[in-house]
């Protein structure tokens, strides 16, 4: 267990129902409890960048915990990382996810539980409430699912961040997913970064990041979280 700034990381496993993940983790020291948030993974695989989000949760008072979906396997460049992420079925990322949460809910240093991702990680963070009860949920540039009856489903209030410039998460497919929380009556927020393209919140990749929105993005999230999650209550699973 490494302490620096304030926080303190480790990795460890958690594990429920005979499945193990991976799972990194990053605490403010001196906090006896506190909200988590579970931090996906693009489809990069749980690197360095990700460590650094889960710190950077840490260092605003919250637990963070990272999750690797890829069982140790980190993507060098796209085509390594779209074949993790092609071979990653939907069931075992929800299953390891589902897990995840499990254990969080057990802590009791735990007071409530939230989601976030990026890529492919922002996709996982949209379907996890729409499976399992969780406190909030703040995707960035996921995939919206076609058929949109499972937004019908989504089980807490979500704030999801998009690039207008984005041409997998398109503009198209956020409205969608805008349509959809009002048809369902479902508290959120779909709100898309003029001239951003995907993956801007990532300040390593210098291709795409835009430091003025993945800032602004940074505060709107943390405000959402401290709105949601710091309310002494969690629900069960």
């Known amino acids: 267990m490494a302490n620096e700034n304030g926080i303190k990381t480790s990795k460890t496993k958690f594990s429920a129902n005979g499945k193990e993940v991976n799972v990194f983790i990053a605490r403010p020291e001196g906090v006896e409890k506190a909200p988590a948030v579970i931090v996906i993974h693009e489809w990069w695989?749980?690197?360095p960048h990700i460590e650094d989000v889960a710190q950077r949760f840490a260092r605003e008072g919250f637990i963070a915990v990272?999750?690797?979906?890829?069982?140790?396997?980190?993507?060098?460049?796209?085509?390594?990382?779209?074949?993790?992420?092609?071979?990653l079925k939907?069931?075992?990322?929800l299953d390891y996810l589902q897990t995840v949460v499990k254990e969080l809910r057990s802590m009791s240093d735990v007071t409530g539980v939230g989601v976030t991702g990026f890529c492919m990680g922002g996709t996982f963070a949209l379907l996890l409430p729409c499976h399992v009860k969780l406190d909030a949920s703040a995707p960035f540039y996921g995939d919206v699912p076609v058929d949109t009856t499972l937004i019908g489903k989504l089980s807490c209030p979500l704030l999801f961040i998009g690039g207008e410039k984005d041409q997998w998460i398109t503009v198209e497919k956020m409205n969608r997913l805008e349509t959809a929380l009002k048809q369902y009556t479902k508290e959120g927020e779909v709100r898309i970064y003029k001239g951003?393209?995907?993956?801007?919140?990532?300040?390593?990749?210098?291709?795409?990041?835009?430091?003025?929105y993945a800032e602004d993005a940074w505060k709107r999230v943390i405000g959402f979280f401290n709105k949601h999650l710091r309310q002494g209550q969690s629900a069960s699973t």
């Not at 979906?69 to 993790?84: C, F, H, I, Q, R």
């Not at 939907?90 to 990322?93: A, M, P, R, S």
């Open 45 to 47: 695989g749980l690197n």
């Open 90 to 93: 939907t069931e075992k990322g």
């Open 196 to 212: 951003a393209d995907h993956a801007f919140f990532n300040n390593t990749r210098t291709d795409v990041f835009s430091k003025l």
């Open 66 to 87: 990272a999750p690797d979906l890829y069982d140790g396997v980190t993507a060098k460049d796209p085509k390594e990382a779209s074949s993790l992420m092609a071979a």
